[in-house]
């Protein structure tokens, strides 16, 4: 199970249409909204749907 928090970039398996792999969290809860950072779409998804798609997470710096 992947952790993950706000402002943190995940990298998850499959490629967003514009090609880019990589959201940025905007929001947590039950549901995750994700903005990509190809295109800047704002999607939201159900917690264990991403939990299953995530490949990686890129932790936000602390210092923000």
Known sequence: MHKFDLN?????KKKHPCG???WKV???G???KL???GCNR?????????????KK???????E
Request: charged fraction near 25%.
């Open 8 to 12: 943190d970039v995940l990298v998850l």
């Open 20 to 22: 880019s792999f990589e």
């Open 26 to 28: 905007i929001r947590t």
């Open 30 to 32: 039950a549901d995750v």
């Open 35 to 37: 903005q990509c950072l």
């Open 42 to 54: 704002v999607v939201m998804l159900e917690r264990p749907i991403l939990q299953k798609r995530i």
């Open 57 to 63: 997470v890129i932790r936000a710096n602390s210092g």
